[in-house]
């Protein structure tokens, strides 16, 4: 089994920052790419961002990119996205999804249970 759990988020004011987490979990043999998306109220889901094994690198969305950044920590299988000057825009729920290889050599996508990042004065 794998599992990929989510923590931080919360509520902070415009141009602050915060830090979500995503640890992956079980039986992995590898973790080919973490992943980044959100939802705001009344939207669809978007993606944020991503960072990609086979390049050692990560992509963002315009809307976010140069103040969103990704970093793990792969000894630990975490991974972490840190957003800066934040707007209210980028309030939303947050997912992460972990797209990875098992034990079983089986490639699967495993979302992360989503957390609320608010941004308001």
């Known amino acids: 089994q794998v599992q990929v759990v989510q923590s931080g988020g919360g509520l902070v004011q415009p141009g602050g920052s915060l830090r979500l987490s995503c640890v992956a979990s079980?039986?992995?043999?590898?973790?080919?790419?973490m992943a980044w998306y959100r939802q705001a109220p009344g939207n669809d889901r978007e993606f944020v961002g991503q960072w990609i094994s086979s390049h050692d690198r990560s992509n963002f969305a315009e809307s976010v990119k140069g103040r969103f950044t990704i970093s793990r920590d792969a000894a630990q299988r975490t991974f972490y996205l840190e957003m800066n000057s934040l707007r209210p825009q980028d309030t939303a729920v947050y997912y992460c999804?972990?797209?990875?290889?098992?034990?079983?050599?089986?490639?699967?996508?495993?979302w992360g249970q989503g957390t609320q990042v608010t941004v308001s004065s």
């Open positions: 079980g039986s992995i043999y590898s973790i080919n790419a």
């Open positions: 999804r972990g797209r990875i290889v098992s034990t079983e050599l089986t490639e699967s996508d495993y």
